[in-house]
């Protein structure tokens, strides 16, 4: 089954063995750790949804007779937590009546394992269900992002594509009644629409490249300060025309590790988004340190412009939302390149968030890992 979806884990799977008995939880230990499971353990049905809180088993192997809360009881909150819901649960017990097993599939158990277990059995239930889990999980995934790309391209590229075939269609019929000057300003409305246009398509193949896993991540040593001189130079041009000066403050000598392309595209999206949203005559600035969490480099791009208000700060990383809002020289702006720095940043493993600048304005702020040898090692083996 899961050769016909192409997908396959990209880690241990993680099983919660909840048991009242100490020796049945190192047995149950024993036996998983030496087949490639990650566990995790609770003695009472009370420590396990707490167990589940911090970090979600792919499935859960469950005792039925214990203190306090039994195995029914554990599984009816699991199931009836939409975050824990699709967890298979698995009983292991002594019972055998009808009853008890009817009550167990009624509370949301998917199987049942009678103790004393067969060992080989007992992996074999095991596996199936992780499979089955793993292969609803892909197809959730898939129709989330079916969703996601259907939302993006009627937001997005509804309306340049109309202005494309309205002013085309314009030109097409009346080109001989126009005078120079019409042809040439409408002429100069498409290319602006062709150049949005082709914005957003780079933005979606970026945007579902990432997403998807399809992008070929090539992370690297990189000195941020480098390619963050590159990019100011490309938008440099952009910025003087509204007389912006860009100034760079160098917090810390430490480099990354990152894919060059994806760090460059987060920093130019944001830096290009200052610059659309600055005031004329102001400054931005960017730079770079060791945040808190010293794995971590923290950068930050910030500006004096028209900043976010209240209301859009609940629509800004909303891929279904119609947000929209034009700069301070009127440049168009859908808000997809804010969505897509936010994937990548998340992909590397780092954070991207926003705040108020002081006396106005907006500063956008992300990690990336820090460079270390030890990082580079664990990349070239996996």
Known sequence: ??????????????????????????????????????????????????????????????????????????????????????????????????EDLIQGFEVGGVDYITKPFNEMELLARIQTHLKLKLVIDYLIDVNEKKDKYRTIFNKNLRDPFSSLLSLSQMIEQNADKMKPKDIQNIAKILFNAAQQTFSIFENIITWSAVTLNQFSFIPRKINPYENIEEIKKYLTPIANKKNISISIIKGTEDDIFADSDLFNKVVYSILHNAIKYSYPNSNIGIGFSVCKNENFVQFFILDKGVGISNDEKQLLFNIE?????????????????????????????????????KGGGVTFYFTFPKFSSSLQEKSLNI
């Open 1 to 98: 089954m899961l050769s016909k979806y192409n997908i396959k884990l990209t880690r241990k799977p993680l099983i919660l063995l909840v048991d009242d008995t100490e020796s049945n939880i190192q047995v149950l230990a024993s036996l998983l750790a030496d087949n490639d499971y990650d566990l995790t353990f609770a003695i009472d049905g009370k420590s396990a949804i707490q167990s589940i809180q911090e970090a979600k088993p792919d499935l859960i192997l469950l005792d039925i007779m214990m203190p306090g809360m039994d195995g029914y009881e554990t599984c009816k909150i699991i199931k009836h937590d939409p975050e824990t819901s699709n967890i298979p649960v698995i009983f292991l017990t002594a019972k055998t009546q009808k």
């Open 321 to 357: 939302s119609k947000y929209a809002k034009l700069g301070t020289s009127g440049e168009i702006g859908t808000g997809l390149s804010l969505i897509i720095c936010k994937e990548i940043v998340e992909v590397v493993g780092g954070k991207l968030w926003f705040e108020d600048t």
